[in-house]
């Protein structure tokens, strides 16, 4: 068996016997929106201020983002971080299974889980609110795949800045709370004034937000949103590259 396939089915096994990660990662937004469409009864009413829609119709791509920051910042830096710490990546550079692919293992577990969740809150917003599906599924794709990357390219540099994994813990959780707030969990990116909507564009949850809103409504999203996310990829990776340590 190829070394890196070995790698991947082992990570896979061992991810799959976390049920903290499952939850958080793969149940924890929906779960999330199902809270707010079923007991917050004005979510479930059209304002004229968002343009006739309903604040559950936004809160969809902010439970996609969720999935995400639960992905890419909380669950995957502190893994990562302690095979660091307890010496298992420096044991693989002496094996033929370079320790590259358990990072890439990492990258790929952590990345399909946010997208099985994406697409789980997709599937109860329809059901359950009567949520619209995305009407430019291309654009959304790739809004959804870019804010992937910057998610997981977020958590990588996290992880290399921590060289241990209270320290990756601790790293993510002071991230975590302001890729919250600029993801919309406590006011979404669409509610908030023009100045604050443009200032959180800046940001890559903020910019997939904007975008993900955009394709949802069926227009193409933003270039400047795009290119936001695919600049803090580039910066967060050219981070972990320059940072990050094998033991």
């Excluded at 779960?31 to 059209?46: D, I, M, Q, T, Y």
């Excluded at 293992?105 to 599937?123: E, N, P, R």
């Excluded at 109860?124 to 794709?141: C, I, Q, S």
């Excluded at 443009?198 to 997939?208: E, F, K, S, W």
Aim: hydrophobic share 55%; proline share 6%; glycine share 8%.
């Amino acid at each position: 068996m190829n070394p890196s396939v070995a790698v991947l089915r082992a990570e896979t096994r061992l991810f799959t016997r976390e049920p903290g990660a499952l939850f958080w990662v793969m149940l924890s937004p929906t779960l999330l929106l199902v809270v707010l469409g079923a007991f917050v009864p004005s979510f479930r009413e059209a304002s004229a201020d968002l343009g006739g829609r309903r604040v559950i119709d936004l809160y969809v791509p902010v439970a996609v983002l969720f999935a995400l920051i639960m992905a890419g910042i909380q669950a995957m830096p502190p893994v990562l971080s302690g095979y660091r710490e307890r010496g298992i990546l420096r044991r693989m550079s002496t094996t033929p299974v370079r320790p590259g692919a358990l990072l890439t293992a990492q990258l790929a577990l952590h990345g399909a889980a946010a997208l099985v969740s994406a697409s789980l809150v997709l599937v109860v917003g329809r059901t359950a609110f009567d949520v619209a599906l995305p009407e430019n599924f291309p654009g959304y794709l790739l809004a959804l795949l870019l804010a992937v990357a910057s998610g997981l390219a977020l958590g990588s540099a996290v992880c290399a800045v921590s060289r241990t994994q209270k320290i990756a813990t601790a790293v993510g959780s002071a991230v975590f709370f302001p890729t919250m707030f600029t993801a919309g969990v406590w006011v979404p990116v669409q509610a908030m004034p023009d100045t604050l909507q443009r200032i959180v564009g800046l940001t890559p949850l903020g910019a997939a937000s904007q975008a993900l809103d955009s394709a949802a409504s069926g227009g193409w999203p933003g270039w400047a949103a795009l290119g936001a996310m695919a600049l803090w990829t580039a910066l967060s990776t050219g981070a972990s590259v320059r940072w990050f340590r094998w033991e």
